[in-house]
């Protein structure tokens, strides 16, 4: 018995070093411009970009196989990050789907919850904790919004809200259109105004 222990362990040890030693010397490296790219997408897995995740896109990206401004979420921000770093041309986001929206997370009735786990099949940041007959709940912190769980939702138990304004995540408002060319033409102004005065003292 003992023997036969001993040849098991050998074996083993044997066999983990042969595993140990291919896992090196056949080790497949990533596509450091896909790692790259990955890195500056926002992570929400939301499928927008008809992609099943941020890490297929990147990879597509870098193979120079899709475009650089299917990411909504990430916005013109990321499209120039991306343009940058595959060196492909900058194209606008669709306007339809590009204007900023608040940022949603998803919440679960619980007093409608099935227990179906679908919802938990379906987040792609395993943002829901739950077990099988037995109710469900969301991680606020981890959910990202993409509502890929609510449709499917046998009893529609899934409502999105927006998140709740703090102080840890309150920004001040975009300035809309008209404001910013009304600040623009009057800063356009007061620098015409101080020129004028600078103009007038020099002259005798």
Not at 10 to 15: D, P, S
Not at 98 to 113: G, S
Request: charged letters at 20%; hydrophobic letters at 40%; aromatic letters at 4%.
């Amino acid at each position: 018995m003992l023997v036969a222990i001993l040849i098991f362990v050998g074996l083993a040890l044997v066999f983990g070093l042969l595993l140990g030693y291919a896992a090196i010397r056949f080790k497949v490296e990533g596509n450091p411009v896909a790692e790259q790219i990955d890195k500056i997408l926002p992570q929400t897995q939301c499928g927008q970009c008809t992609f099943p995740g941020c890490k297929p896109y990147a990879e597509a990206l870098a193979k120079g196989e899709t475009e650089v401004n299917l990411c909504i979420p990430g916005g013109n921000d990321v499209m120039l990050l991306i343009s940058e770093i595959t060196g492909l041309e900058p194209k606008a986001l669709d306007e339809s789907v590009a204007e900023p929206k608040p940022k949603e997370t998803a919440f679960i009735d619980e007093n409608v919850c099935i227990g179906c786990v679908l919802c938990i099949k379906a987040c792609p940041v395993d943002a829901i904790i739950g077990a099988t007959k037995l109710m469900h709940t969301v991680i606020q912190s981890e959910c990202t919004g993409c509502d890929k769980c609510a449709p499917v939702c046998p009893v529609d138990c899934i409502d999105m809200r927006p998140e709740k304004v703090s102080l840890q995540n309150w920004q001040w408002p975009e300035p809309t259109p008209l404001a910013t060319q009304y600040l623009s033409s009057n800063n356009l102004l007061s620098d015409n105004v101080v020129n004028k005065n600078l103009t007038t003292e020099k002259q005798p």
